[in-house]
């Protein structure tokens, strides 16, 4: 008979200590593959987000009519550093709209176009309003509220006046332009040359600046867009979720301003070359106050006087200084818009999100 050496002590705990080894490095390393999974997926759903977002402003911003009014509202919060701005303009495209109205799609290749952050709500079964449920700086819904321009005096739907609105006189265009019909409708029974003539007067100007853009903590005047997430009626309002910043700037060059004391424009490159970006930070481009509204292309509201800093209201373009005595011209529209935007995964893998840049060109 043949005898067999057995293990010793030794050799056992050398050999179970190896596996201790083995299934520790394997928990590891199959840990870290699950985090190395989900980050990946966190990382594809931001850039899907983003995605979406910028090929939409490119869509949007590519089409924006100089002509037409055009508003932007500047919004930073100093304890975050963050922007939530509000923009407002008219553009050319391919429109149509998410839902039926008399049972039908409709479309038109002229909208009016608003970007912001929405208010996170609770409705109604009508979707009206009836509280909030995360005030627009933290409910990360980032909303694209479109209305495209109609003739069509027939549409109606639920909620919305008919005509919406009704620029008859400015006691019609107050009594049916107001935040729940402007939340509610996806069109205008307008022209753009009735809009135009719209805001040749004041009250039209306030009325729309007022209903666009008001941050009311009320949900009845609130201008910011009010969304319910279990509300399907609502949602054609939401661009995309997880959205924690929303900040616009424009470009403009040395010729774009005017001195004050001559009210002559300047020659290119003489104060400076190329293109620089309003407002900017750090720099007499900052705005002081913390909100601040810019309007173009609405002759109806009366301008303060040239040398008369802002106060935290809406103001012409051209009551923006470029430093004391050197402010924009009157006439000008901005050479490009520039749009950046932090965006965030779900889980919250990625607590302090990506930050995404998109610039458009606008052809004056």
């Excluded at 050319?92 to 039926?100: A, I, P, V």
Aim: hydrophobic share 40%; net charge negative.
């Amino acid at each position: 008979m043949v005898s067999k050496k057995a293990f010793t002590i030794v050799e056992l705990l050398v050999a179970m200590g190896l596996v201790v080894i083995l299934v520790a490095l394997s928990s590891l390393i199959f840990a870290a593959g699950v985090k190395a999974h989900r980050l990946a997926d966190s990382t594809i759903e931001i850039t899907r987000r983003a995605e979406a977002v910028s090929r939409q402003l490119v869509a949007d911003v590519g089409g924006l009519r100089t002509d037409a009014p055009l508003a932007i509202w500047f919004e930073h919060d100093p304890a975050t550093g963050k922007r939530y701005d509000q923009i407002l303009f008219f553009a050319n495209g391919d429109f149509q709209t998410m839902r039926q109205y008399n049972g039908q799609t409709v479309s038109g290749n002229l909208s009016r176009i608003y970007y912001g952050h929405a208010w996170q709500v609770n409705t109604d079964i009508n979707a009206v309003p009836t509280a909030f449920t995360a005030q627009y700086r933290q409910s990360g819904l980032l909303s694209r509220r479109a209305h495209l321009l109609t003739s069509n005096l027939t549409l109606t739907y639920p909620g919305i006046p008919t005509p919406f609105p009704n620029g008859t006189t400015p006691d019609f265009f107050a009594a049916t332009f107001f935040p729940y019909t402007n939340n509610r409708s996806e069109y205008d029974q307008l022209s753009l040359a009735e809009w135009k003539n719209l805001m040749q007067t004041q009250d039209n100007c306030n009325q729309m600046l007022q209903i666009c853009f008001n941050n009311g903590t009320n949900v009845s005047d609130t201008g910011r867009p009010m969304i319910d997430m279990t509300n399907i009626d609502t949602l054609h309002l939401l661009l995309s979720e997880q959205i924690s910043e929303f900040k616009v700037q424009w470009a403009f060059k040395s010729e774009d301003l005017i001195d004050i004391s001559t009210g002559n424009p300047f020659l290119p490159d003489q104060l400076f070359s190329g293109l620089l970006w309003w407002p900017e930070s750090g720099d007499l481009l900052s705005f002081v106050e913390q909100r601040r509204g810019v309007f173009f292309n609405m002759p109806g509201i009366v301008p303060p006087p040239a040398d008369v800093t802002p106060p935290d209201e809406w103001d012409p373009v051209s009551a923006c200084k470029y430093s004391p005595m050197i402010v924009f011209s009157p006439t000008y529209v901005p050479r490009a818009l520039k749009f950046t935007f932090t965006v965030h995964d779900a889980k919250g893998l990625f607590p302090e999100g990506k930050t995404f840049t998109q610039i458009v060109k606008i052809d004056n």
